[in-house]
């Protein structure tokens, strides 16, 4: 494999927030259900603002919350948007603690053959807080998060800042991802060579994703790097 860089997704790449089919952390809705608000429909709002969530429009959590419920009709104090807030950190922090063993052996050894790596995240401030003390980020050169670059996968911007910053053009470069907002595609269309990480999601997800060599293990990736 002649290449220099590898960028990575995130969740569900090198972490995942699922374990035997659940979530490690349940979203909590107690403190929305007991200001008399349907969780279900807070969280089609949320879902609404994923793009600009996404892309820093919003600039964190708490001014998210406070739009949905004004949008709702509802009136909150900043002592129920920071307990919120809180909980959304500590639920978003478990992913992080412990890395699976596999993912930290092929970084190590794709940092051991001499490429960079790079981490490429569509994520807001409260979903990376962990990120920095995390086992992950030792092994990696820099970290895209697209909320501090205003752009987010697969638009083309957020491949090629993350190429600039590695000094590599996308041909040098690969991707691997598990197929989320499009980044597959978006990453391919830059000229990066794909790979779907498929370890962390059921077949039945990453079926439905086709024309990438799919992964099953982290072990398959560094197996193809040395030839």
């Known amino acids: 494999m002649d290449h220099k860089a590898v960028f ?3 969740y569900e790449t090198l972490i995942s927030e699922y374990e035997n089919g659940y979530r490690k952390a349940p979203r909590s ?22 793009e600009k969530r996404m892309d820093g429009t919003y600039p964190d959590f708490p001014s998210v919350v406070r739009e949905i419920f004004s949008h709702l009709g509802f009136e909150v104090n900043d002592e129920i948007v920071d307990t919120l807030h809180r909980e959304r950190i500590l639920s978003k922090s478990i992913p992080f603690n412990p890395i699976d063993y596999d993912i930290l052996k092929m970084l190590e050894q794709i940092k051991g053959v001499g490429m960079k790596t790079c981490l490429i995240s569509n994520c807001t401030p409260e979903e990376v807080t962990a990120w920095h003390t995390s086992a992950l980020a030792p092994y990696f050169d820099d970290a895209i998060f697209s909320y501090e670059v205003k752009a987010a996968k697969p638009n083309p911007l ?12 996308p041909f040098e470069s690969v991707f691997i991802g598990d197929g989320g907002s499009n980044e597959l595609e978006g990453a391919a269309t830059v000229g990066m060579s794909v790979y779907h990480a498929t370890w962390f999601i059921p ?15 982290p072990s398959e990736f560094i197996a193809l790097l040395k030839g």
């Not at 809705?29 to 994923?50: A, C, H, N, P």
């Not at 993350?162 to 590599?168: D, I, L, P, S, W």
């Open 203 to 217: 077949p039945f997800i990453s079926e439905k994703i086709t024309g990438y060599f799919k992964l099953t293990k």
């Open 8 to 10: 990575f997704d995130l």
């Open 158 to 169: 957020i491949y090629h800042l993350a190429c600039e910053r590695m000094g590599v053009s």
């Open 29 to 50: 809705t107690y403190v929305i259900e007991q200001l008399g608000m349907d969780s279900k429909l807070f969280d089609s709002e949320w879902s609404k603002r994923q």
